[in-house]
């Protein structure tokens, strides 16, 4: 296989942006077809316009779009890096970031820009470990809360109500079923087996100790055959986690003491 290039790290970035914001992010990117689209980030990036696709196919199954992308194939650990990296960052900062890799060589070159470029090269370089990867945690999740979806249609479980989604509102939970006494607040994770352990984001642990009573935990084991659920109401309360912390991308802003003098 051919070693990365910063080219095609940074278009990994762009690929990743695409995949998962899908229809956001080709408006954003202001081309008529999703090829133009393609075309003008490999020149702006010196990459086959068809790199940039088959990028974008790699992270598709992780996201919700129409397209299933490589399903079949584990992602590799450099993909699975800029997904560790990015995963937190909403539509409009990693629109900004992507318009500064394409748009602006001093963005491209600065120090903290190449220093995610270094990780995502030096990792390409290591074996893929799918089972432990963000990536793998995000398609597992995936099918969970698909599942959940209906489940709570057939069911009414765990609370019985109006169920509305809430993952792409960053809210630090999947979904809320409102009736007309009381919200619940509901957060699905999901195991390929019938055992392991799961992962809960700073917000999400966070959030489930404010909401405390009205928060649970929906469960769903056993994915890949015969799929299982349980529920874990109030989980700060109940359950003694163990903190982790791992590199990601967050923004700040840095106003030079020269302008406030």
Not at 63 to 84: A, C, T, Y
Not at 137 to 164: C, Q, S, V, W, Y
């Amino acid at each position: 296989m051919k070693a990365m290039d910063d080219c095609n790290a940074l278009a990994l970035v762009v690929a990743y942006y695409i995949s998962r914001f899908d229809a956001a992010a080709y408006e954003r990117l202001g081309r008529n077809t999703k090829k133009s689209a393609h075309r003008a980030v490999g020149q702006a990036l010196g990459v086959k316009a068809s790199t940039v696709k088959n990028m974008r196919d790699e992270f598709d199954p992780l996201h919700d779009n129409p397209r299933k992308g490589w399903h079949k194939r584990d992602l590799r650990p450099s993909r699975q890096k800029i997904v560790e990296m990015f995963g937190e960052m909403d539509e409009e900062g990693l629109y900004d970031v992507v318009r500064g890799i394409l748009q602006d060589p001093t963005f491209r070159d600065a120090d903290d820009v190449q220093e995610v470029v270094r990780e995502v090269i030096e990792t390409d370089k290591k074996p893929v470990r799918e089972s432990a990867s963000p990536a793998s945690r995000m398609k597992t999740g995936r099918m969970a809360e698909d599942f959940f979806i209906d489940f709570h249609a057939e069911t009414n479980r765990p609370a019985p109500g109006l169920l509305h989604d809430r993952r792409y509102h960053a809210c630090g939970y999947d979904f809320e079923i409102q009736d007309s006494s009381a919200t619940t607040f509901v957060e699905v994770k999901g195991m390929a087996e019938q055992s392991g352990g799961i992962l809960f984001t700073d917000k999400e642990w966070r959030v489930a100790s404010q909401k405390s009573g009205a928060y649970v935990v929906a469960l769903v084991r056993n994915l890949v055959a015969t799929p299982d659920v349980s529920f874990i109401w109030n989980p700060t309360a109940s359950l003694e986690p163990k903190q982790r912390l791992y590199t990601t991308i967050r923004r700040s802003w840095t106003v030079p003491g020269a302008q406030l003098s």
